[in-house]
């Protein structure tokens, strides 16, 4: 793809996005001033900017607090994925003895372990970042796993015939294959670990964004609710903008093509 094509394509990614949130603001702010819906059911935007503007160091501080649940938890499960994939894609009896567990055990709402979490570790941010890591390990571990097992046959036979070690097999044919998968399922770990975040923090913690949105519901404090939820919109935009930019970095490292 030419430059010019990827500044457009680029510029096409950040304004469309961006304007179908004006427009989803402009509706908001339509309908509450018409419709004259009490601020109590639906405050309007220019209430929880000022919620949000008016208590910078609050939503700061546990936007900080739901971070670092993000960020260990998620590196903990995150490597513990990539581990554990290693040994089902390259360990035969390994494979056959865990892989129907962990189909089996990624359907089962995660939801359902934070109680034992609580019995077993009690509340607090370790247990919240455990929490974390658990929702982050499955996406990553299945992805990786399905990915290391994608290079074609022809490609190994090729470099047997070289006489090519196993470690040079996975590092210059494994895992490029591997690549789109790994990033797909990094996408979703992302993505569940501020979900997985805020539901530890209505559980199991007393900090953080998701602490913040269970008080504002505990008062009817709707803007205090939506103001919590922008910035975690915010912040989780920005950890997927971080693992796209990285999929990006890398793909064209290996050369291969980003989509």
Request: contains cysteine; hydrophobic residues 55%.
């Amino acid at each position: 793809m030419a430059t010019s094509e990827r500044v457009r394509a680029a510029a096409a990614d950040v304004l469309y996005p961006a304007s179908a949130l004006c427009v989803g603001i402009a509706l908001w702010w339509t309908i509450v001033t018409f419709a004259d819906v009490p601020s109590f059911v639906l405050p309007s935007p220019r209430a929880v900017a000022a919620q949000l503007l008016g208590n910078p160091t609050l939503y700061a501080h546990n936007a900080w607090n739901t971070l670092e649940k993000v960020v260990y938890g998620g590196a903990v499960g995150v490597l513990a994925g990539f581990l554990l994939a290693a040994f089902v894609a390259y360990v035969p009896w390994f494979r056959r003895a865990i892989y129907p567990s962990l189909v089996t055990v990624r359907v089962l709402p995660k939801l359902a372990i934070a109680p034992l979490l609580l019995i077993y570790l009690g509340t607090g941010t370790t247990t919240a970042t455990v929490f974390v890591a658990l929702v982050t390990f499955f996406p990553l571990v299945l992805s990786t796993a399905a990915g290391l097992d994608r290079a074609p046959a022809e490609h190994h036979d090729l470099l047997r015939s070289v006489n090519a070690s196993t470690l040079e097999r996975i590092a210059y044919v494994d895992v490029p294959y591997a690549l789109p998968d790994v990033f797909a399922g990094l996408k979703q770990s992302v993505t569940l670990a501020v979900v997985g975040a805020v539901v530890a923090e209505w559980v199991v913690a007393d900090d953080g964004l998701g602490f913040i949105i269970l008080l504002g519901s505990e008062n009817v404090r709707p803007e205090v609710m939506l103001a919590a939820l922008v910035v975690l919109l915010l912040e989780g935009l920005a950890l997927y903008g971080v693992v796209v930019l990285a999929q990006r970095g890398v793909l064209r490292w290996v050369g291969l093509e980003f989509e």
